[in-house]
């Protein structure tokens, strides 16, 4: 399988040096030449697969540089981190199917795809005989997942930056307390924006960023896309062997749009109708459910809510969808993402059905979320997070009788217990990797918010 970026200013390359690229050296991103389909008999073949064997099926079609065995060791050993047999299970509950995507280290979807991304790049590093220093600042669940894929993998270092004092004390401690030598936690006295400026800036440094071999893990590389393919087919698997139908819907918490994007790779792979329709889900941050609703697609301010990790206004993987929504028109969508640079918005009017049959998509507000988290616990003593509670208010308002519908559950309750114990009325009960945590020893070292200083630390501290 060839890499193409959406911008068309590079020549085809590998499923490997896509992955180690990350965004497309034009400037887009990188997506498969074509999309892989599933037959129907294909399909049905694939009912009494594991979640890991399912996986190796999926990625084995979009990677053809890693021999199968490799690809099969790499699956099994990002996949033994989670604490639940079938890795994300589905939970019937309130008529809903609540895909459960916490059960990683660190309690939070991402750790599906960032537990593959790092052991594949330790995979690719150990053939190369190269390193990588991997950079990125966080707002809080991005970060600990980032840090749980690489820890204590050689050739690898990773700094993290966070503002000081700005993420919740779990978010922190889940950072701060692993002691790996290969990790560098750095508490900036700045804001998140501040943080991924300064990161902007280090990577826009390019002979900085070749010297020190820096890496991105943002979720704009390829591999994590691909690894979240995995589950919405094995809960259309999973959900078909609960329900007669065979059609199913899936609600989707959205903030860069990388989750939903993997959905819509998903429905263009599976047999025509498998995946029916997929419920873009937003919180007050409602960029993206306006587009759905009306094409367009306009910046607002940031607003600070209860589910911070889908507080976002530009959706780094957009630019993947306009793409396709261009027919594949690379010179389109270079105009079209430049010109959102420069003034803010996009007018995709013109494209605004192909957009309705693409998806659909509701905002939801803070009162609605916490009414949800509340009244879901109260009907069926099941506890949503904010994030979850989002997608699942979604689901309620534009679900379809006799459609079965798939919940995206994208953080455990525990990360975000506050919010979480005043709308129950109930004391959180922490999980295991939670318990006792304000206790362990952290590390971490705080800096001034400043490109020079930050450059200095990693250089100093960089594998060469
Ligand atoms: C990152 C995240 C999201 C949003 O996912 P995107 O791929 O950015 O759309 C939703 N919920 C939680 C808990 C997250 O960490």
């Known amino acids: 399988m060839q890499y193409l970026s959406t911008r068309g200013g590079i020549s085809p390359i590998s499923f490997t040096q896509g992955v180690m690229m990350g965004l497309a050296e034009d400037g887009g991103l990188l997506l498969p030449r074509t999309i892989p389909r599933v037959g129907g008999e294909t399909f049905a073949s694939w009912h009494e697969l594991s979640y890991t064997e399912l996986a190796f099926e999926i990625l084995s079609r979009f990677i053809d540089d890693i021999p199968a ?7 099994n050993k990002s996949y033994a981190s989670f604490n639940h047999q079938d890795v994300t299970p589905l939970i019937h509950q309130g008529g809903l199917h609540i895909l459960e995507l916490f059960h990683g280290p660190t309690l939070a979807f991402k750790d599906v795809a960032l537990q593959f991304l790092g052991n594949l790049f330790e ?3 150990q053939k190369s005989g190269e390193v990588l220093n991997i950079v990125g600042a966080t707002s809080g669940d991005t970060g600990s997942a ?3 894929g690489v820890r204590g993998k050689s050739r690898i270092n990773i700094f993290i930056l966070h503002p000081k004092g700005r993420v919740s004390p779990v978010q922190e401690k889940q950072m701060t307390t692993v002691l ?4 560098f936690n750095l508490a900036i006295e700045g804001s998140f924006d501040d943080g991924q400026a300064i ?11 070749n010297r020190y071999r820096l890496g991105a893990i ?5 591999a994590r896309v691909l690894a979240q393919v995995v589950y919405y087919v094995h809960s259309c698997i999973h959900v078909s062997s609960h329900e007669k139908d065979s059609s199913v819907d899936f609600a989707i918490p959205t903030g860069n749009f990388g989750d939903i994007f993997a959905g819509y790779i998903a429905k263009k792979m599976l047999p025509p109708g498998t995946i029916r329709q ?3 889900a937003t919180n007050d941050n409602d960029i993206l459910s306006r587009f759905v609703n009306s094409g367009d697609y306009s910046l607002g301010e940031v607003r600070a809510t209860t589910s911070p ?8 993987n957009f630019e993947r969808y306009l793409y396709y929504l261009t027919d594949s028109d690379t010179a389109k969508t270079r105009d079209l993402m430049e010109q959102f640079s420069a003034t803010g918005k996009i007018d995709l009017k013109s494209h605004l059905d192909q957009v309705k049959r693409d998806f659909a998509a509701a905002a939801v507000t803070e009162q609605e979320v916490f009414d949800t988290i509340r009244t879901f616990y109260t009907e069926h003593g099941y506890v949503l997070d904010p994030h979850t509670a989002v997608g699942v208010k979604a689901a309620l308002q534009l679900r379809t009788a006799g459609v079965p519908m798939v919940c995206l559950a994208t953080a455990h309750p525990a990360k975000f217990g506050e919010v979480v114990e005043s709308a129950t009325g109930q004391p959180m009960v922490f999980p295991e990797p939670l318990q006792g945590i304000g206790d362990k020893q952290s590390r971490c070292q705080t800096i001034a918010a400043n490109v020079a200083e930050i450059q200095t630390f990693v250089a100093n501290n960089s594998l060469t």
């Open 218 to 222: 943002n979720s704009i590389n390829w």
């Open 199 to 209: 990161v902007k800036k280090i990577f826009n440094d390019v002979e900085f960023k």
């Open 146 to 148: 980032a840090i749980y």
């Open 123 to 125: 995979y690719l590093l």
């Open 180 to 183: 790996d030598d290969n990790v």
């Open 309 to 316: 990790s889908m507080d976002i206004q530009a959706a780094s």
């Open 278 to 280: 997929l419920v873009l």
């Open 69 to 75: 065995s490799d690809l099969r060791d790499i699956i």
